[in-house]
């Protein structure tokens, strides 16, 4: 996920008046590029780590339906994790423009957040575990990437039985193999490449950016 802000003079301005206030912001700019980027950054990374706590999934992977069914312990040390990578993954980049002679671009923030092909996350030991069947065979549980991208696709040919069952990881039920039925994420939590529970938590991050970037730019500058 990629979001560029620019900020833009007006086009109605004397060229000579423009050029000099031009310079003169971009030097204003300049000098506090770092600060800029570093503040930004820093509450950028706050309300992205605040947006993904409070996902539906996640709250559900706390002691919810969806923990039984993934078969996920320790939710919370799993969990934060995962969101931290993704918080401290985060990139800011701030650019000043110098020496225009027309109307464009003093500013410009680049944001990158969450890598395209989910690596940084679905690399952590937390995004899987090993469990062993009845016969001793072992099997690795990706629930991560099963939650991120596999949509409605067959996980595997068993069905939850909801319950605290004492062989039950969690406490709250166990896959069991019947004929003919199929087990996959449900539907209010299933996930794609560029729909999952991370992109929907983040769906109005660009709004609360635009916020940010405001307020920071006056708190510095001013």
Same mark, same amino acid.
């Given at each position: 996920? &990629?979001?560029? *802000?620019?900020? #833009? ?30 503040? %930004? ?14 996902? !539906?999934?996640?709250? #559900?992977? %706390?002691?919810? $339906?969806?923990? @039984?069914?993934? @078969?996920? $312990? ?24 110098? @020496? *225009?002679?027309? !109307?464009?671009?003093?500013?410009? =923030?680049? %944001? ?15 995004? &899987? ?25 067959? =996980? ?5 039985? !909801? @319950? #605290? ?19 996959? =994420? ?8 560029? #729909? ?12 609360? %950016? ?9 708190? =510095?500058? $001013?």
């Amino acid at each position: 996920m &990629s979001i560029s *802000f620019s900020l #833009d003079l007006q086009s109605d301005f004397n060229s000579h008046f423009q050029k000099n206030v031009m310079d003169e912001i971009s030097g204003q700019f300049n000098k506090n590029a770092i600060k800029i980027n570093n503040a %930004i950054k820093k509450r950028i990374q706050d309300t992205v780590r605040s947006l993904l706590i409070l996902a !539906p999934e996640v709250m #559900d992977l %706390i002691g919810g $339906t969806l923990q @039984g069914e993934l @078969g996920v $312990t320790d939710p919370h040390g799993k969990l934060s994790s995962i969101v931290e990578t993704w918080v401290e993954n985060i990139e800011v980049s701030t650019v000043v423009y110098r @020496g *225009f002679k027309k !109307p464009g671009a003093l500013l410009r =923030i680049q %944001i990158h957040v969450l890598r395209d092909d989910y690596s940084d996350v679905l690399s952590l030991a937390a995004s &899987s575990y090993d469990s062993v069947g009845a016969r001793g065979t072992l099997f690795v549980i990706e629930w991560l990437r099963w939650l991120l991208l596999e949509g409605d696709k067959t =996980i595997i040919n068993y069905t939850f039985v !909801p @319950g #605290d069952m004492r062989s039950s990881r969690t406490g709250r039920g166990i896959m069991r193999r019947q004929p003919g039925q199929r087990w996959s =994420i449900p539907p209010q939590f299933r996930g794609t490449e560029q #729909d999952n529970f991370a992109t929907r938590a983040l769906s109005d991050l660009d709004k609360h %950016i635009g916020i940010i970037v405001r307020s920071e730019l006056k708190r =510095i500058l $001013t």
